[in-house]
C-alpha cells in the first residue's frame, strides 16, 4: 500500500523557514520522480518544486532561488527547505509520486499525501 506523509508545517513570520518532509512507503522510491505542490483557499492548486528520479530539479518561478527541493533514497524522503517565506506561500502543502506527463501538472501525478499547513504572518 502506498502512502505518502508530509511532515513539518507550522506557522512562520515572514523571512523565516521551515522545512517540510515527505515521507513514502509502499514504492520504489530511488526510481520514483516526487513533486510538491501547494493549494492555497479559494485558489488551484500550484506546481511548487520537482525532483527527478536521478536528482533534477525545477521550481516555480515564484518559488525559486528561496526554495529547495532534495530527496533521500536511503530514507524514502524527499524534502522541501522553505526559505524567505513570504505572506503569500501560506497554503497546504502536498508531497505526490509523478506518474506520467509533465512535471508541473498536477494531473500527471498519481498518489498524494494528506498535506501539511504552512501559515506565514506578515
Known amino acids: 500500500q502506498v502512502q505518502l506523509v508530509e511532515s513539518g508545517g507550522g506557522l512562520v513570520q515572514a523571512g523565516g523557514s521551515l522545512r517540510l518532509s515527505c515521507t513514502t512507503t509502499?514504492?520504489?522510491?530511488?526510481?520514483?520522480?516526487m513533486g510538491w505542490f501547494r493549494q492555497a483557499p479559494g485558489k488551484e492548486r500550484e506546481f511548487v518544486a520537482y525532483?527527478?528520479?536521478?536528482?533534477?530539479?525545477y521550481y516555480a518561478d515564484s518559488v525559486k532561488g528561496r526554495f529547495t527541493i532534495s530527496r533521500a533514497n536511503a530514507k524514502n524522503t524527499v524534502d522541501l527547505q522553505m526559505n524567505s517565506l513570504k505572506p503569500e506561500d501560506t497554503a497546504v502543502y502536498y508531497c505526490?509520486?509523478?506518474?506520467?506527463?509533465?512535471?508541473?501538472?498536477?494531473?500527471?501525478?498519481?498518489?498524494w499525501g494528506q498535506g501539511t499547513q504552512v501559515t506565514v504572518s506578515s
Open positions: 505526490a509520486t509523478l506518474y506520467s506527463g509533465t512535471y508541473y501538472q498536477s494531473a500527471s501525478y498519481k498518489y
Open positions: 509502499g514504492l520504489t522510491f530511488s526510481m520514483i520522480s
Open positions: 525532483i527527478s528520479w536521478n536528482g533534477r530539479t
